[in-house]
């Protein structure tokens, strides 16, 4: 069982979607929770950070994190063309650092 | 835009060659990574400095050679590399090593070996 499951997708949304995306993680040491969003032959840019479990909230993204089913999502509202993007999970806890394949994510006009 | 400036942004070399990746950050940040990430994977941790010391060698080949010549300064220096050493080097920093510390990365260089 690999340390952390992102679904890597194509995942493909019409313009103005809800976009949900999601990782689960095995390990129980990770506390600190990140998304990045990598556009086409650029570096990661991060989007989100949290710590332990809640939500958090900046715009049109809304990152959850429920530490008892070691779940976290990215949410993004009224999605645009412009989200079409690879969109990673990462997470760190116990100094170990993980992450996700990343979800390769469509949004059309 | 990232705090975190790499360079070249591109790179084609022969197996022969030597050549260096630069980065440079003025974050004040402590920890300098690199990161290798081939097409559709996630970044691949190679290296960390933590206080200009070499902190974590993920096992990297010989051929690769990190520096850190001051806190806001890190170099790869490449040697005698294989085709399919081909992918995106990223460099990150962040405040200082270890876990609640968020990473920043720059924007790659994009590193072609034939």
């Known amino acids: 069982q690999k340390e952390v499951e992102q679904d890597p997708g194509p995942l493909s949304v019409p313009e103005g979607a809800i976009v949900s995306l999601n990782c689960t993680y095995s390990?129980?040491?990770?506390?600190?929770f990140m998304w990045y969003r990598q556009y086409s032959r650029k570096g990661p840019e991060l989007l989100m950070y949290?710590?332990?479990?809640g939500n958090k909230e900046d715009g049109r993204f809304t990152a959850q994190v429920d530490k008892s089913s070691k779940y976290i999502s990215l949410f993004i509202r009224d999605s645009q063309p412009s989200d079409s993007a690879t969109y990673l999970c990462a997470m760190t806890g116990n100094n170990d650092m993980r992450f996700g394949a990343g979800t390769r994510l469509t949004v059309k006009p | 835009d990232t705090e975190v400036t790499q360079t070249p942004k591109h790179l084609v070399m022969g197996m022969t060659n030597k050549k260096s990746l630069k980065c440079e950050q003025h974050m004040g940040h402590r920890a300098m990574y690199w990161y290798k990430q081939k097409a559709k994977k996630p970044p691949e941790l190679m290296f960390v400095?933590?206080?200009?010391?070499?902190?974590i060698n993920e096992s990297v080949p010989s051929r690769f050679s990190p520096e850190c010549p001051n806190s806001s300064l890190l170099n790869l220096h490449l040697h005698a590399l294989q085709p399919e050493d081909s992918a995106l080097y990223l460099c990150?920093?962040?405040?200082?090593?270890?876990?609640?510390?968020?990473?920043?990365f720059g924007e790659g260089s994009w590193l072609t070996v034939v």
């Open positions: 390990n129980s040491a990770f506390q600190y």
């Open positions: 400095y933590s206080y200009e010391k070499l902190s």
């Open positions: 949290t710590y332990s479990s």
């Open positions: 990150a920093s962040s405040f200082a090593q270890g876990s609640g510390n968020t990473i920043y």
